[in-house]
């Protein structure tokens, strides 16, 4: 028999536990990404082919691929792949974090009453959480005030995997803006930003990178360089750090102390 005087369970979620499970799972998903691009380059054919070879039957064997038509092939698939985990992160951590926002703002609420409000919090976080990417951030921004420097970046890359899931990496004017582009903002190491002496502590990196446009036009066909692959990955680093960082100052706006 339940116990009806039993009281809700307290959700525990902080701020430095998201921002490390999605620091940590970005970069994991950048080894990987290196450790695949460099296998995928350096396979010689005679590798390939031995590997291939290695069971003496194949499916389909009419159907096999050379070494230079596996490695193209493999480089779409890991486009595909890296565009979905930047996707399925960037969607975890703002959902994560407008839960700790909503939880934050509430918390009175849920203090006076608690099973009432936590319906509402649930409810309110459910539809988020099924929300499309610019959908998120308009809530995050109307609920809360936070604003994301590279929301474009994120959003069009939803826009591109869409093109890749469904044209093939063609992209049709579904997925472009206005002016017929699909922009991607890249985050890339500024040698000038370098310091000449090798520095005491790790460098910070939103201090020595600049912004790199990658424009794609209706028609274009979406590929990315190994290096602009990776430059994914540390663009989407960023977006979260400034995530994060905009989730703070909300939390410390709601602390009388600091006002």
Do not use: W
């Amino acid at each position: 028999m339940a116990d009806e005087n039993k009281q809700p369970e307290k959700v525990s979620i902080s701020l430095q536990s998201i921002s490390q499970n999605h620091m940590v799972a970005l970069q994991r998903q950048f080894d990987l990404l290196a450790f695949n691009l460099v296998a995928a380059e350096k396979v010689t054919s005679e590798q390939y082919e031995a590997a291939s070879n290695s069971t003496q039957i194949m499916p389909f064997r009419p159907a096999h691929l050379n070494v230079e038509h596996i490695q193209a092939y493999g480089l779409d698939l890991l486009i595909r792949s890296t565009l979905n985990d930047i996707i399925r992160l960037s969607a975890s951590c703002m959902d994560q974090c407008f839960f700790l926002c909503t939880l934050l703002k509430k918390k009175q609420d849920i203090e006076d009453k608690p099973e009432e409000t936590q319906k509402k919090v649930n409810q309110i976080q459910n539809e988020f959480v099924h929300a499309s990417l610019d959908v998120k951030f308009e809530m995050l921004e109307n609920d809360f005030g936070i604003i994301c420097e590279l929301e474009d970046t994120i959003t069009n890359l939803g826009f591109a995997f869409h093109a890749i899931t469904r044209n093939r990496g063609q992209l049709t004017e579904q997925e472009v803006d206005e002016n017929g582009e699909l922009v991607i903002d890249l985050k890339v190491l500024d040698p000038n930003k370098l310091p000449k002496d090798k520095p005491e502590k790790p460098l910070d990196a939103e201090s020595v990178v600049r912004d790199e446009k990658k424009i794609f036009k209706v028609g274009d066909r979406l590929q990315f360089t190994a290096r602009e692959m990776l430059s994914l990955l540390v663009t989407t680093a960023s977006f979260f750090n400034g995530l994060f960082v905009s989730v703070d100052d909300f939390g410390q706006s709601l602390n009388p102390n600091n006002k």
